[in-house]
């Protein structure tokens, strides 16, 4: 009797009368990831201004370096916060340290990372009024404490949730108050910062024989200066 070979193996036969559904069991699995990763590059968060750095021209103001030249460039203070380095590039934002720098105080402001006098709440053009509030608990040794007004008052005249304490700033003495950018009002009662250029700058090092990078090369020229001066005056 002659055997005839089957058509279909019983593994084939199985995986055909499987229903199409369930082969496909594991496919939604991968929508949720692909959705998660196109939702992941979000637009840049836009931070709010503050009393102290109201609008653009401020900011790059008081971050120095020059960048308030450039505050034209930018029409609206999302815009500031919102522009990749090659829109600043195209913009003219030069040389690239310089937009380096920019976004990363961009970065600090949205952290709320702010220099000197990013704590102020109460500005009025620029300028902010510093008094000394002292603390009636102790009689002996009060404490006193360098807070912000409202530009004319006295804190005898503020509400206490009208009094914010600030950071960077001290009482020295009876009622000098001392600290960055601090200038002493005229009649004596407490003291008045302003919207200086470059006060939250990060200063650059100062570089030494042409910097690390060609610091061996510089220094081994001057040598080289230095032999030869020597032997033209027979010192060799």
């Known amino acids: 009797m002659v055997r005839v070979k089957p058509f279909i ?15 496909s069991a594991f496919q939604p699995s991968i929508q949720p990831i692909r959705a998660a990763s196109s939702s992941s590059a979000q637009p840049p968060a ?16 008081v971050i120095g370096r020059g960048l308030s030249q450039h505050a034209s460039k930018f029409p609206t203070w999302e815009a500031l916060f919102s522009l990749s380095s090659d829109q600043l590039r195209e913009l003219g934002i030069e040389p690239p340290r310089t937009r380096r720098y920019l976004i990363q105080w961009r970065q600090r402001f949205r952290l709320g990372q702010f220099g000197i006098g990013g704590d102020l709440q109460h500005v009025e053009d620029g300028k902010a009024d510093l008094k000394i509030l002292e603390s009636d608990k102790d009689a002996v040794n009060p404490h006193k404490y360098v807070v912000n007004v409202p ?5 005898k005249e503020c509400d206490i949730e009208e009094l914010s304490r600030v950071r960077g700033f001290k009482v020295q003495g009876a009622k000098t108050i001392v600290g960055p950018y601090a200038l002493p009002i005229k009649n004596g009662e407490g003291a008045r910062i302003s919207i200086t250029e470059g006060m939250w700058e990060d200063r650059r090092g100062h570089k030494i024989d042409g910097g690390e990078r060609r610091r061996t090369e510089v220094r081994y020229k001057k040598r080289i200066a230095e032999r030869r001066e020597m032997r033209e005056r027979g010192e060799l």
């Open 46 to 61: 836009i931070p709010s201004p503050t009393p102290f750095i109201p609008d653009v021209q401020t900011f790059l103001t």
């Open 151 to 155: 530009a004319g008052r006295s804190v």
């Open 9 to 23: 193996r019983p593994q084939q036969l199985r995986s055909a009368l499987t229903p199409i559904n369930s082969r």
